[in-house]
């Protein structure tokens, strides 16, 4: 796959990850102007934008099986941007509920579809490290977000529109760049009719690989096959792919309660302990250095062993940064934020991959999509369930609650 066109991802992966971090560093600030304290009304405002990103998800991945993973991208990017502009907007809870629905609806989508346009642009023995580079620029959204708020919402009245203005912005660039990219060849040559433009970008590639490279071999057609039309969902529910499907979502599901619940909840949960804003803000901006460092191991290790083995270790790791975590201890609100973050940086990308690569091309992008779609169930759950916890019981159960979930991921995907 061409450098370009990996960067154009990348930057579109990169406002993907910058969303999922800004709304949880903008929550205490919300919660103190709407005057909400902990009410259960904002987590469930976050909770609604989870569900956005389970149904658009299954929706728009699913419409990428039948019209393509190129139109289904811009389509994706234009709803987020969209939110984001929305969300910095908003006046009132109902209002930003909306509109994190409508962001959650792109950003849902785009995160299965760009793995699923990738694995089919690049080889399997290099897919690990070729996504891994993508999702190296996204990743850095992730671990930039929270300083970027650190120096906006504790500081400014307005900060926390800034910082979802700020990521409109992106998503409006990325979105302008997504109509330079092709559509998926594998996705064209399935369709039967589309050969002629499927060997168009075909060239366009052979054409890179040779400038890098050198002379390349002659391909093997021979296992090109035109696939019968029918809707592509419901080849996941025959043999040999239904119970893959089951066990992938379960995993996804298990993966998210903790994930978005520390990605959302964290910080208004620190403030609400005691800590001052800024100072919740920052143990998760320090934290969130793991997030590329994550990534980075994986870019010398996704290749090298196999998928689900790598999995379970990040998911081990991520337990034990949110043991650390629930210990409330300054240094060790540093640690756990750092190796839960890692864990995060190390996970997403090749799990990403590694579900993908269960399903076949022709449903591909439905596979994921309903794996994540339901998946994030999980998350809204997550998102709500950690402040009733720690409310019940205290911080330290909450956070050991989510450490458990993620690393019952860890175990279920070992028998995938």
């Given at each position: 796959m061409p450098t370009a066109f990996l960067a154009i991802i990348g930057l579109g992966y990169f406002f993907t990850f910058y969303d999922i971090s800004d709304i949880g560093l903008a929550m205490p600030a919300i919660a103190a102007q709407f005057h909400l304290g902990t009410s259960t009304i904002l987590?469930?405002?976050?909770?609604?934008?989870?569900?956005?990103?389970?149904?658009?998800?299954?929706i728009i991945g699913s419409t990428a099986d039948v019209f393509g993973r190129y139109r289904s991208m811009i389509l994706t990017m234009a709803l987020t941007a969209l939110g984001s502009f929305g969300d910095a907007i908003s006046v009132n809870v109902p209002e930003l509920t909306i509109f994190r629905f409508i962001t959650g609806l792109g950003l849902g989508a785009d995160l299965n579809l760009v793995s699923t346009y990738i694995s089919e642009f690049a080889p399997p023995s290099f897919r690990g490290k070729i996504t891994i580079?993508?999702?190296?620029v996204g990743i850095l959204g992730q671990a930039v977000t929270p300083f970027i708020g650190l120096s906006l919402v504790p500081v400014f009245y307005n900060g926390w529109r800034w910082l979802f203005g700020i990521g409109a912005i992106i998503a409006v660039i990325a979105l302008i760049l997504r109509f330079e990219l092709p559509e998926s060849p594998r996705w064209l040559a399935t369709k039967g009719k589309?050969?002629?433009?499927?060997?168009?970008?075909?060239?366009?590639?052979?054409?890179?690989?040779?400038k890098k490279v050198g002379k390349l071999p002659e391909p093997d057609i021979s296992a090109v096959v035109v696939e019968e039309q029918k809707f592509p969902t419901l080849y996941l529910f025959k043999r040999p792919y239904s119970s893959g499907l089951a066990l992938l979502i379960f995993v996804w599901f298990f993966w998210y309660i903790g994930n978005y619940a520390f990605l959302g909840d964290a910080a208004t949960l620190l403030s609400s302990a005691g800590f001052s804003i800024g100072k919740s803000i920052l143990y998760i901006a320090i934290g969130a250095v793991g997030y590329p460092v994550g990534a980075l191991i994986m870019l010398y290790t996704a290749d090298k062993m196999e998928r689900k083995y790598i999995i379970f270790i990040d998911t081990v790791v991520w337990f034990i940064g949110l043991l650390l975590f629930a210990t409330k201890i300054s240094t060790a609100l540093f640690a756990g934020s750092f190796l839960a973050s890692m864990a995060l940086g190390m996970y997403l990308q090749v799990a990403y991959t590694f579900t993908a690569e269960n399903y076949p091309t022709r449903a591909r992008s439905s596979g994921s999509a309903l794996t994540d779609g339901i998946g994030h169930v999980g998350g809204a759950f997550g998102a709500i369930i950690l402040p009733i916890i720690v409310t019940a019981f205290s911080f330290a159960v909450g956070l050991s609650f989510i450490a458990l979930t993620g690393l019952i991921a860890g175990i279920l995907v070992l028998v995938v």
């Open positions: 987590f469930i405002a976050l909770s609604v934008g989870l569900i956005g990103y389970g149904i658009g998800s299954y580079y993508a999702f190296l589309n050969l002629e433009k499927a060997k168009k970008v075909l060239e366009m590639m052979e054409a890179n690989a040779i």
